[in-house]
């Protein structure tokens, strides 16, 4: 599972994958299935109502929930990209927040690393 700040789309996008049964063929499988849900934040750093309603009951809601909460405490709204480097690299340009679910805190990641990092499984 990855969350992360899109700054460009303003959303919290949370993306995890779950195995799906297919048969093909008379034949069974199981394949991963990518999927996805995004909310939007506006510009105070609040989760959109219309898109918090459509998924306030989903299982993956409370993650997106608590990393707005966490940015909200870094006082991230509006985007404060200054200060904020790659976490595996260190660069200082274009990098955007991601939340760590083991250690429930926020990880900041290059474009680079975003996939790569050992701490976000994305």
């Excluded at 959109?48 to 989903?58: G, L, M, Q, T, V």
């Excluded at 990209?81 to 200082?92: I, L, S």
Aim: aromatic share 8%; hydrophobic share 30%.
């Amino acid at each position: 599972m990855a969350v992360r700040y899109d700054q460009t789309r303003k959303r919290i996008i949370c993306r995890w994958e779950e195995p799906t049964r297919i048969v093909m063929d008379k034949k069974e499988g199981v394949i991963k299935r990518s999927r996805m849900i995004t909310v939007k934040v506006n510009e105070n750093g609040k989760l959109n109502s219309k898109d918090r309603r459509r998924h306030e009951k989903h299982p993956m809601f409370p993650y997106i929930s608590r990393f707005n909460q966490l940015l909200n405490k870094m006082n991230y709204f509006p985007e404060a990209e200054d200060g904020y480097t790659c976490a595996v690299c260190g660069a200082a340009e274009q990098v955007s927040p991601h939340f760590d679910p083991r250690t429930q805190s926020v990880v900041w990641l290059c474009g680079k690393h975003s996939a790569q990092s050992p701490e976000v499984d994305a």
